[in-house]
Each structure stands twice: as structure tokens, then as C-alpha cells.
């Protein structure tokens, strides 16, 4: 069966750092796209980044670019999120996702973690 762990999360003070990691078991995700969403309470799941996994192309929201990283390790099936300059806007939960589309849209992804909470105080 399929699934995906993220772990990473925590409380953090703004301008910190986190790395956030999704683990990926039950079978082969090397053809998949990988993304990140998050989702505050009230609010739309929102895209964040995603990265094709055999070519290694990622893709970005414009409100993290330059301050996310998305990165993969194929021999450990583990997709990571780097954040960096965290603000308090960026409290939500983040999910990883799995699909075969590079899309921001979640109905796009077939696979999803249970997620990881980012809080962050300013």
C-alpha cells in the first residue's frame, strides 16, 4: 500500500528554519511528480512547490520562491522541504503529495501524506 510520511515540523520564531522531509513506501514513486501544500485552518489547501522525480524540474508558488527548496534523494524515496525566513503566514499544515502532473491544483495528486505542523511566532 501505498504512503507517504512527512516529518519536520515544529514551532519555530520567525526568521528560523525548517526542514521538512515526506518519505515515500509501498511502491515506486520514481515516475511521479512530488509536491508540498499547506493548509491553514479556514483556508484552501494551497500549492507550494513540487519536483518531477526522475528529472529533478521543480516548480514553485510565487509566494515561496527564493526563500523554499524543494529537493529529492531517490535512494532514500524522501522528498524534502527546505523553508527558510519562516514569517507567521506560513503556519499551516504541510501535506506531500504524489500525482503524474505537475499541476498547483490538489485534485491533481492521487497520493497524500497525514501531514506536518508549522507554527511559526513572531
Known amino acids: 500500500q501505498a504512503q507517504l510520511v512527512e516529518s519536520g515540523g515544529g514551532l519555530v520564531q520567525a526568521g528560523g528554519s525548517l526542514r521538512l522531509s515526506c518519505a515515500a513506501s509501498?511502491?515506486?514513486?520514481?515516475?511521479?511528480?512530488m509536491g508540498w501544500f499547506r493548509q491553514a485552518p479556514g483556508k484552501e489547501r494551497e500549492f507550494v512547490a513540487a519536483?518531477?522525480?526522475?528529472?529533478?524540474?521543480?516548480d514553485y508558488a510565487d509566494s515561496v520562491k527564493g526563500r523554499f527548496t524543494i529537493s529529492r534523494d531517490s535512494a532514500k524515496k524522501t522528498v524534502y522541504l527546505q523553508i527558510n525566513s519562516l514569517k507567521p503566514e506560513d503556519t499551516a499544515v504541510y501535506l506531500c503529495?504524489?500525482?503524474?502532473?505537475?499541476?498547483?491544483?490538489?485534485?491533481?495528486?492521487?497520493?497524500w501524506g497525514q501531514g506536518t505542523q508549522v507554527t511559526v511566532s513572531s
Open positions: 509501498g511502491r515506486t514513486f520514481s515516475s511521479y511528480v
Open positions: 519536483i518531477v522525480r526522475s528529472s529533478g524540474s521543480t
Open positions: 503529495a504524489a500525482g503524474f502532473v505537475s499541476t498547483h491544483s490538489p485534485v491533481g495528486y492521487d497520493y
